[in-house]
Structure formats: C-alpha cells, structure tokens
C-alpha cells in the first residue's frame, strides 16, 4: 500500500508564494517517480511537475521558471515551491506516485486571488 499525504495549500495573492509538500509512506521503491497534478474546476487537468532522472524536474509550460520541484530521499517527500503565483494557478494539487499503477494524495487546494 502507498499512501501520499499533501500539505502548504492555502489562499494566496497573486504574485505570492507557497510551498508544497507531498510524504509518501508505504512500498515505495523510488520517490523518483512521483510529481505533481493540478485540476482546476472547468479546466483539463495539468501534469504540473514530476522529478527527472537527473534529480532536476520536468515542468509544464505554463509553469516553467516559476515553479521548483524537489526531493528529500530520506523522507520520502516531495515538494513544489511555487514562486510568482498567478490568478490562473488556482487549483486542486494532487501528489501523485508512479509504477505499474498511479497512487494519488486527496490533494491540497491553492487559491491565488487578486
């Protein structure tokens, strides 16, 4: 069993800033395979962030050079420092773990108001 447990969401201004983090606890072989999903209402749901091989991040367009991904092996966590939030950031972020299935977290919202 997998369990992933996100926390930082909150209510922000735009420009602001928050942090994320995602403990992942159970068979986990690799926190390597885990990243970030957002689902705004009304809206496709985005792959946000995922941690490459290299330890670095993958990143969607619309996030790039704003958003950070990081790992800490050693607690099994992940984070996501979001830096310059927008209006459109708005969203329920989900933390998600990869093998042969996805294991989701129950999310954390993230409001960006003006």
């Known amino acids: 069993q997998v369990q992933l447990v996100e926390s930082g969401g909150g209510l922000v201004h735009a420009g602001e800033s928050l942090r994320l983090s995602c403990a992942a606890s159970?068979?986990?072989?690799?926190?390597?395979?885990m990243g970030w999903y957002r689902q705004a209402p009304g809206k496709e749901g985005e792959l946000v962030a995922n941690?490459?091989?290299?330890?670095?991040?993958h990143y969607a367009d619309s996030v790039k050079g704003r958003f950070t991904i990081s790992k800490d092996n050693a607690k099994k966590t992940i984070h996501l420092q979001m830096y310059s939030l927008k209006l459109e950031d708005t969203a329920v972020y989900y933390c998600?773990?990869?093998?042969?299935?996805?294991?989701w977290g129950r999310g954390t919202q993230v409001t960006v108001s003006s």
């Open positions: 998600y773990y990869l093998t042969d299935h996805v294991y």
């Open positions: 941690i490459s091989g290299s330890g670095g991040g």
């Open positions: 159970g068979k986990i072989f690799s926190i390597d395979n």
